[in-house]
């Protein structure tokens, strides 16, 4: 006997398909990778809409996982590291999920570069960056992979990764893509 039943009015208000269900169904699960929901004590699974995959996906990538992945004293890090002075860094970076790219089956992260105050953001200084942070110890991109891999809590595996050429999104902040492969 579950603990507790959800109606197929509740799935509606979840915005989950109800034709999938009749009367009454136990505890749904939720699973991003492959994008399938499973419905228990019933054993069936059934093909999730890419808006329910995407969803899961935030649910895993949280602001707080993000910031637990990539945390804001990483910057001072690196700026103490190439400067001997972390008060000479012109901005801060923060981690952020684009999403899941179903088709090439590829996490999407950016690496933002948001601006300080007093400092400039200059194009020409960042476009090198991608290179930079890919070898960088202390950016650590490799270990930031394996980490992503651990939070994904063995339902898959990460396997290449690569960043992209820097982008501007805004005047005081640029944007590097992180693009992780699943295996």
Not at 67 to 76: C, G, K, M, V
Request: proline share 5%.
């Amino acid at each position: 006997m579950p603990f507790f039943t959800i109606t197929e009015e509740a799935l509606q208000r979840m915005d989950i398909d109800s034709y999938y269900v009749s009367d009454y169904i136990s505890i749904c699960i939720y699973d991003p990778i492959p994008p399938y929901w499973e419905v228990l004590g019933r054993g069936k699974k059934h093909k999730q809409s890419k808006k329910e995959a995407v969803s899961c996906m935030n649910d895993v990538f949280t602001q707080e996982v993000l910031q637990e992945l990539f945390p804001a004293q990483r910057a001072d890090d690196f700026f103490e590291a190439l400067f001997g002075d972390a008060n000479e860094g012109a901005y801060d970076i923060s981690l952020s999920f684009q999403g899941h790219d179903e088709q090439n089956n590829t996490l999407q992260f950016t690496l933002d570069l948001h601006e300080r105050p007093g400092c400039c953001l200059a194009c020409n200084l960042t476009s090198g960056l991608p290179e930079v942070f890919s070898r960088h110890k202390v950016i650590n991109i490799e270990g930031l992979v394996m980490d992503v891999e651990k939070k994904l809590d063995g339902k898959a595996k990460c396997g290449t990764w690569k960043l992209g050429r820097t982008q501007q999104p805004q005047k005081n902040l640029h944007s590097i893509p992180l693009q992780i492969a699943l295996a």
